[in-house]
Nanobody, 121 residues
Framework: QVQLVESGGGLVQAGGSLTLSCAASESFFHINAMAWYRQAPGKQRELVAT???????NYVDSVKGRFTVSRDNNKNTVYLQMNSLKPEDTAVYYC???????????????WGQGTQVTVSS
């Protein structure tokens, strides 16, 4: 059963950087439209960024200028580069994506298992 697999979380000091990765467990699946979410303790899951493959990328105001979504289409992997991290960025980060056998079909909507990002002050 295909899954989204995330990696790259960890502990970093304020002002530091981390890069999260999101890929399908079967590497031949294409990640098409996707989004990054985060959920801090005691808070609702929050949309961080959306990326419609090759069309547009949008960010929540609180991360604009600090976070960047990028893709390696050869690896069918999406990244979330996070710079100038703040303690309020501490959360579990999830990727959510439509997968397909190509860029033009959709076999379903999937969630990653989440990866913890902790920013110390």
């Amino acid at each position: 059963q295909v899954q989204l697999v995330e990696s790259g979380g960890g502990l970093v000091q304020a002002g530091g950087s981390l890069t999260l990765s999101c890929a399908a467990s079967e590497s031949f699946f294409h990640i098409n439209a996707m989004a990054w979410y985060r959920q801090a303790p005691g808070k609702q899951r929050e949309l961080v960024a959306t990326d419609t493959k090759g069309v547009s990328t949008n960010y929540v105001d609180s991360v604009k200028g600090r976070f960047t979504v990028s893709r390696d289409n050869n690896k069918n992997t999406v990244y979330l580069q996070m710079n100038s991290l703040k303690p309020e960025d501490t959360a579990v980060y999830y990727c959510n994506a439509e997968l397909g056998y190509s860029d033009y079909d959709n076999i379903g909507d999937y969630w990653g298992q989440g990866t913890q990002v902790t920013v110390s002050s």
